[in-house]
């Protein structure tokens, strides 16, 4: 089963071929197709990320623009009269996935994809120890806990 990672709208989905999803409202017609960007692709025990994804594509249609279910807000201050309730309703997009993987390019690209994997993984180990520096430094940075103020004396 193979599944991708899309991000729509500062937003992450995972989705399949031939689901249905609801997403912010999107500037695309109903009716017409456009690409997300990808950020994982995965299924059958391997999954591709950053440049192993070069060549790579999901393909959505937008099915229709709708609204999303009503929202009621509501206020009130209590012995004072003050009321307020005030309704929303989101504008949302639904789409359909109707393909994941399929190829941007031609099949030269897989050819470069393997020769250049090795030099891929030295840098990744080097982020990995970049990264694990930080996070050392962060926690000798830690603020100290703040103090409990001092107790008031009984009056007896």
Known sequence: MTYAVISIGNKQYRV???QHLLVDRLAVDEGKTFHPDLVMVGGN?????GSDLKGEQVTAKVAEHVL???IVIGKHRRRTGYKRR??????LTRIEIQTI???R?????TTTKKESATPEKKTSTA???????KTSTAAEKKAPARKSAPRKKSEE
């Open 16 to 18: 399949r071929e031939g």
């Open 45 to 49: 025990g391997d999954a591709k990320l």
């Open 68 to 70: 999303g279910k009503k």
């Open 86 to 91: 005030r309704g929303f309703r989101a504008h």
């Open 101 to 103: 993987g399929g190829s």
């Open 105 to 109: 390019s031609s099949r030269s690209s």
């Open 127 to 133: 982020r990995k120890t970049s990264t694990a520096k």
